[in-house]
């Protein structure tokens, strides 16, 4: 079955017809009825003023067991701590050589990592990890604030994480670096 699921998996994400949503709910749904996750883990992104940070919630057996709080730069995105979020619990799960499925409600995050063109190198990191261990790991799309216990303490975690997660560094996004070096353009040509 197993053999079975991992083709279904590349068909699906393959296929351009069908949405995305479709696509990895459907893929997170068969998972669940093989019971091959041991556990379940929720992750989010937050900004709060300047502050960027993200969390990971860790389940089993529907218990809350972990959680790993983060804090980025200033400069990263929302879009970004979600994404280092969903890798960091891929990482978490190929250290501890156990099956997780990771639920995110960044529906921007999973076309990120379904894109076939992105052009950032952390994007391309984060696929190519996934890749590696896509025996281990199941990604599926939750509706955020609508109740779903691990996903609310995923928003309340990250939320905490912009002020006392521990700091981790990921790349300014390309978005950030034009700005920066547009400003500073601007103040040499007015300097000049």
């Known amino acids: 079955m197993s053999l ?11 296929k351009n017809t069908v949405s995305i949503d479709m696509q990895y709910r459907t893929f997170s749904a068969l998972r669940r009825i093989t019971n091959r996750f041991n556990f379940e883990v929720y992750t989010d992104g937050s900004r ?5 940070g993200f969390a990971v919630c860790i389940f089993q057996e529907n218990n809350n067991i972990e959680n790993h709080l983060y804090k980025l730069k200033s400069h990263n995105s929302v879009f970004q701590a979600e994404l280092a979020a969903i ?6 799960a190929a250290s501890k050589n156990v099956s997780i499925n990771i639920h995110t409600d960044s529906l921007s995050s999973i076309a990120a990592i379904k894109s076939a063109s992105a052009r950032s190198s952390f994007i391309n990191n984060i696929k190519q ?6 025996h281990l790991v199941g ?3 939750v509706k955020a604030h609508v109740g779903i216990h691990g996903n609310e ?3 309340q975690q990250a ?4 002020t006392t997660g521990v700091d ?18 601007i103040k040499e040509w007015n300097d000049y």
């Open 168 to 185: 981790t560094i990921i790349p300014a996004p390309r978005s950030y670096v034009k700005r920066l070096l547009n400003k500073l353009m």
């Open 4 to 14: 079975e699921l991992n083709e279904l998996h590349e068909i699906l994400l393959v």
């Open 87 to 92: 890798h960091c619990a891929a990482n978490w």
């Open 48 to 52: 709060i003023e300047d502050e960027t």
């Open 129 to 134: 990890d996934l890749v590696k261990i896509k």
């Open 159 to 162: 939320k905490l994480a912009t």
């Open 153 to 155: 303490l995923a928003d």
């Open 139 to 141: 990604l599926s799309w």
